[in-house]
């Protein structure tokens, strides 16, 4: 691996900056510690930067030459409402709240980047440095949009990373296209009329309603979208009822849809409304059909995804660099970023758990697991990845001999 040398020596520090942030994990848009810590250090380093963007959010502005050119590097920096079960000593110190997808490690791996960035200077342009709040759920990523990011921070391209366990430790991978999925939920009221259950035929009976729409929606996956294109539609609660003898007055389905284009989205949402609809109008029932989306599919932009890619071969070498990384159902709010500017959506691997030495809970460590812990050994290696990213997005018009 081509890991930067000032880096590897500064991961003691990394480590602990990333131990701090796991012990104290905080919530979507509550990440006031979190920004704290993020500018103390950018303020000790001579990094300047701008607060509440996203309410929480923080952007550092590291500039150098004189070229117009700019990158921005992510980082999502929230914390999960779930108790985390290991016992080490930087385990979460609020009760509740849990970093269990590693967001503390890429907030950490972002300002290693910048430590190394500001003091070493061999580019030539404008880095910026987005510490986002709210990504599970609260879609921070739109809210720093709406306060302006692009607008404030003109970047060309913006680029982020996430570890994902079970890839090699320390392994670098990406797509072309779409790599996770719109997230998207429903809820619908199937509204009949309630009756002795002795006495259906003097009711309209919202569960029988309720169960025909559930099945012909498995249709829309099977029938009108093409096999090559990917949905899913599950449905997660069916809420009818509360006696035996009594048929209730409606029926609630609640679930998810997941899709990789906004085509495929449009004809699904159409589809259930119009069946659930038709449906109940057959039965002389009503039906209030909800549906909301939450976050687009995350498309990674190609050009961007193959400039990524090279810089991850010449940093972690080809064997451990993976160019077609399986698109997951799973969402990220990147994908409102990509919506607005070129860029790429990066794992790395969290490797198979080995990182942890003992003092763990059960259970595997996987994303949003009590037992999960982000990988320490990911520091140097991401961090010195966002540095060659950003040098080599901003070369340096005359390089030196010996000053790279
Ligand atoms: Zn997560
Ligand atoms: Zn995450």
């Not at 409304?273 to 498309?299: K, M, S």
């Amino acid at each position: 691996m081509k890991l930067i040398d000032p880096i590897i020596a500064f991961q003691s520090e990394l480590q602990q900056i990333r131990r701090d942030l796991h012990a104290h994990p905080e919530l979507c848009y509550e990440e006031e510690r979190t920004a704290d810590v993020v500018c103390a250090k950018l303020t000790e380093w001579g990094i300047p930067f701008e607060r509440g963007l996203g309410k929480t959010g923080v952007v550092g502005i590291i500039r150098n030459g004189t070229s117009e050119r700019a990158i921005g590097l992510r980082a999502d920096m929230d914390a999960l409402p779930m108790q985390e079960i290991n016992t080490f000593a930087h385990a979460s110190k609020h009760p509740g709240k849990m970093h269990a997808c590693g967001h503390d490690g890429h907030t950490a791996m972002l300002l290693g980047a910048a430590h190394h960035l500001a003091r070493h200077r061999n580019f030539d342009g404008t880095v910026y440095l987005v510490f986002q709040p709210a990504e599970e759920g609260g879609a921070g990523a739109r809210e720093m949009i709406k306060d302006g990011l692009f607008e404030r921070f003109p970047m060309d391209a913006i680029y982020g990373m996430h570890n994902w366990p079970g890839m090699a430790q320390g392994e670098l991978g990406a797509c072309e296209g779409p790599m996770m999925a719109s997230s998207n939920e429903f809820h619908v009221t199937v509204r009949g009329k309630g009756a002795h259950a002795a006495q259906p035929h003097k009711g309209i009976d919202p569960i029988m309603i309720a169960v025909q729409i559930a099945q012909a929606w498995q249709t829309i996956v099977t029938r009108n979208k093409s096999p090559l294109d990917t949905a899913v539609l599950s449905i997660t609660q069916i809420h009818a009822g509360s006696a035996t003898n009594v048929i209730p007055d409606d029926a609630k389905l609640v679930g998810t849809v997941r899709t990789f284009t906004t085509e495929v989205l449009d004809m699904v949402e159409r589809r259930m409304q119009a069946l659930a609809q038709g449906i109940a109008a057959a039965f002389d029932a009503q039906v209030e059909f909800t549906f909301r989306r939450n976050y687009p599919p995350l498309v990674n932009h190609a050009k961007e995804t193959r400039f990524a890619l090279g810089v991850m071969q010449s940093v972690v070498g080809e064997s451990m660099v993976d160019a077609n990384v399986e698109p997951t159902m799973g969402a990220e709010d990147f994908a409102f970023f990509l919506q607005e500017k070129p860029g790429c959506y990066i794992f790395i691997g969290n490797g198979e758990g080995d990182h942890r030495d003992g003092g763990h809970g059960l259970g595997p460590c996987v994303l949003h697991n009590a037992s999960y812990d982000f990988n320490d050994r990911l520091l140097p290696i991401g961090a010195s990845f966002w540095v060659h990213l950003a040098e080599a997005a901003l070369p340096q018009a005359l390089r030196q001999p010996g000053t790279a």
